[in-house]
């Protein structure tokens, strides 16, 4: 039933520019593969050229041992998820999904018996002879994963399937996505913009980023061990601190952090530290001193907005339990905790400390 | 007490804003009425008292008559002729409009557009210069004995090079409208290309296609300029219905013409009420938001 998918190489140029360069990775059978970056970053186009409805520049596509480089869109059987669900509008939802097997000549019996069992599973039954306008987003996205489903694909691909949704309805989605893989187990690529849907959802992860592959690994690796200065930023919050390498550590004019080993001697780097990764210190005395220019409540946590001594500005969430009395204005000591350096991208020129786009933590 | 008193004054300005609101949609509604009755309607019901004048027996003495009927069938058989050329070229025209990227697009996007802006009567005169006497294509054709000018191919040529815009016109905002999508997701789920055309593509276009071809039949059939020049005005053998009137009134026979006249306009009718379904169907399917 599942089949892994496997792309080598694959590259796709639109005149000088390569929206995909020399992208190579292995999605394990039964398992959902992510491919997770900014938009731009390629990712959709890679998952169209698996489909067969964009043709690459170079490089080739396998599904277990059989090659569909050369093959037409309707021989891969693949199935596909747009971000717009693409619904035939002038169908019902039972027409919908009954299309796949229908250009496939199969029998009307086994159709209706195929479109049941379908509907049923995206509890649907209730709404086989409505038209796409008469339903929400979340149930055409449903329509439209059922249609994909229909005529048995060996894979399934996603193409942002939940970015038309709103926030409510995406989360129930994702949910129920996840569910609906666990009891199916096909082999998934989801490609996604958005971190917390991939690490959610995803056994595997894929971060693309300007055409290439940054780093391919579980959503613990990638987010506890990222491989590149971008997966760093890009994957979760993250204080960004530029600084020099001496002694193995990153030097930030009033203090230093560890972890730079790896780091030659004297170069430019950048530290990566988590927002929960930056502690309050109990007492007099920790990695760095700081003025605290405000307090936020996220629910249970708080959004401590920090100048360091150096005048660069962190973001830290702690517990309100483990604030220890620290109020605005206050001068505290932190402990910055398993920060990681890189060194620094010649892109990120930009001087102090920046921080990555807010992620609002799960409660 | 001052929030009274101006709670009090605001009434009669409103209601003076908004009388002067009525009478300015009034003015406005009835001028658009007028406007619409005096230069549309008038000629129709002109044409219809004028035909049925010497009673309602004329029409069926008139359309027994053989050169009628033979200008009924002409007009007819370029109709028919020109909506299936242009229905085909037209939607694959439209297509690679939308669909393909290449040089020179948008002079053809232009191009499509020419016998909008050309008179007929140039466009006759131009059929002439290619197939007549000392024509480019009139030694090719000749010596295999095939009369185009003053003969029924050129007056179907003529019709079909106007009536090109219609359909590509009506096809190309729709089609531009559905997007890819669904023709994408028709492949993945195995139909071959003819198969997501004709299952897919042709639904989502089918009232805009049936607008573009009533406007081509309406054009066709009322077409007269192009044709008249190419007809060698050959009585009984190129006479469409619109030459019909055309020499009916030169040889005064105003009766006759009249009524071909009524059936034509008859003909606009049926025609009107079939686009304004169409044009109904056809919003109605833009408007769903899959």
């Given amino acids: ?363 | 007490m001052s929030a009274v008193a101006a709670r009090d004054a605001v009434p009669t300005d409103l209601e003076r804003a908004r009388r002067r609101r009525r009478l300015v949609r009034s003015l406005l509604v009835i001028g658009c009425v007028g406007y619409v009755a005096v230069l549309l309607l008038l000629p129709l019901i002109g044409i219809i008292r004028t035909a049925l004048e010497p009673g309602v027996g004329i029409v069926r003495e008139t359309l027994t008559l053989p050169e009628v009927r033979h200008a009924f069938y002409l007009t007819g058989i370029i109709t028919v002729i020109t909506v299936v050329v242009t229905t085909v070229f037209g939607l694959i025209v439209a297509w690679v409009l939308v669909r393909q990227r290449f040089h020179g697009r948008a002079v053809m996007n232009a191009l499509v557009d020419l016998p909008f802006a050309l008179s007929p009567v140039t466009v006759g005169l131009a059929c002439v210069l290619l197939f007549g006497a000392n024509g480019w294509f009139n030694e090719f054709f000749a010596a295999r004995g095939i009369q185009i000018i003053f003969a029924v191919p050129a007056m179907v040529l003529v019709t079909i090079f106007i009536c090109v815009p219609f359909t590509i016109r009506e096809l190309v905002p729709v089609l531009e409208e559905i997007g890819l999508d669904e023709e994408d997701a028709s492949r993945t789920l195995g139909a071959s290309l003819w198969q997501t055309f004709f299952k897919v593509t042709l639904p989502n276009i089918r009232w805009a296609l049936g607008y573009g071809v009533a406007l081509t039949t309406a054009r066709a059939i009322g077409e007269i300029g192009a044709v008249l020049i190419v007809s060698g005005l050959i009585k009984g053998k190129t006479e469409t219905a619109t030459i019909f009137i055309f020499t009916a009134i030169e040889e005064r026979q105003t009766a006759e013409a009249f009524v071909v006249a009524l059936v034509l306009a008859a003909i606009s009718i049926v025609l009107l009420v079939l686009l304004e379904a169409f044009r109904r169907r056809s919003e109605k399917g833009r408007g769903h938001t899959t």
């Fill in chain 1, 1 to 363: 039933m599942s089949t892994p998918i496997v792309v080598q190489d694959l590259t796709k140029r639109f005149g000088d520019f390569a929206a995909v360069d020399d992208v190579s990775f292995t999605a394990p059978a039964g398992a959902v593969t992510a491919l997770l970056g900014p938009s731009g970053s390629g990712k959709s186009t890679v998952l169209r050229m698996i489909a067969g409805l964009e043709i690459p520049t170079a490089g080739r596509i396998f599904m277990g041992e059989e090659e569909l480089t050369a093959k037409s869109v309707q021989d891969r059987g693949v199935g596909f998820v747009f971000q717009h669900y693409a619904l035939f509008r002038h169908m019902t939802v039972s027409q919908n999904v009954e299309f796949g097997l229908r250009v496939r000549k199969e029998s009307a019996a086994s159709r209706r018996a195929r479109v049941d069992e379908l509907l049923e599973l995206v509890q649907l039954s209730n709404f086989a002879g409505r038209y796409p306008d008469q339903l929400s987003g979340g149930q055409r996205q449903r329509v439209a994963l059922a249609r994909a489903l229909a005529p048995r694909p060996e894979v399934l691909l996603l193409d942002e399937p939940f970015g038309a949704l709103d926030a409510k309805v995406r989360q129930d989605l994702r949910r129920w996505l996840d569910e609906l893989h666990r009891e199916l187990g096909v082999t998934s690529l989801l490609v996604t913009h958005d971190q917390e849907e991939a690490l959610e959802l995803a056994n595997q992860v894929v971060v693309m980023h300007e055409g290439r592959v940054e780093q391919v690994g579980a959503p613990a690796v990638i987010y506890d061990d990222p491989a590149t200065p971008f997966v760093a930023g890009f994957v979760g919050a993250a204080n960004v601190l530029h600084g020099q390498v001496r002694e193995g550590h990153v030097h930030l004019g009033a203090f230093r952090l560890p972890g730079a080993d790896h780091l030659d001697e004297g170069v430019a780097a950048t530290a990566f530290v988590r927002p929960h990764d930056v502690r309050v210190a109990a007492d007099q005395g920790g990695d760095a001193r700081a003025v605290v220019e405000r307090v936020a409540t996220l629910g249970w946590l708080a959004r401590l907005t920090l100048t360091l001594d150096g005048g660069e500005t962190v973001v830290a969430h702690v517990p309100h339990g483990e604030l220890h009395g620290a109020k605005e204005g206050d001068l505290i000591w932190l402990d910055l905790r398993n920060p990681k350096a890189f060194v620094r991208p010649e892109t990120a020129a930009d001087e102090g400390a920046t921080i990555a786009p807010e992620e609002v933590p799960a409660s």
